[in-house]
Nanobody
Framework: QVQLVESGGGLVQPGDSLRLSCTAS????????MGWFRQAPGRERDFIAT???????YYAGSLRGRFTVSRDNAKNTVYLQMNSLKPEDTAVYYC?????????????????WGQGTQVTVSS
């Protein structure tokens, strides 16, 4: 079973950039599709992006262009680069692992989750 730990969250100002990391232990990440989700206060958890085993990414349409997902299998880590951050990006950000070989967007397809990292965008 894979354990996931997110890091890199914090308080930033509108327009700033932030890079989140998700590091795995217990198993190598190379065998998983890795997804990023977020949950804002009072809202359901939303899909952001996913990257398959080969490094092919897939994004939620509204975030494509500002957010970039990548992976470094040698470091057992997946990243989410977030640019031009807005107050509405404030949320808890989660990474998740799926055994599917595709780029799943549904959270029900991800059995393994990290604990989340808080991102707050405020002036």
């Amino acid at each position: 079973q894979v354990q996931l730990v997110e890091s890199g969250g914090g308080l930033v100002q509108p327009g700033d950039s932030l890079r989140l990391s998700c590091t795995a232990s217990g198993r190598t990440l190379s065998g998983y599709a890795m997804g990023w989700f977020r949950q804002a206060p009072g809202r359901e958890r939303d899909f952001i992006a996913t990257i398959d085993r080969t490094g092919r990414p897939y994004y939620a349409g509204s975030l494509r262009g500002r957010f970039t997902v990548s992976r470094d299998n040698a470091k057992n880590t997946v990243y989410l680069q977030m640019n031009s951050l807005k107050p509405e990006d404030t949320a808890v950000y989660y990474c998740a692992a799926s055994t599917l070989s595709s780029t799943p967007a549904r959270e029900s397809l991800y059995p393994y989750w990290g604990q989340g990292t808080q991102v707050t965008v405020s002036s």
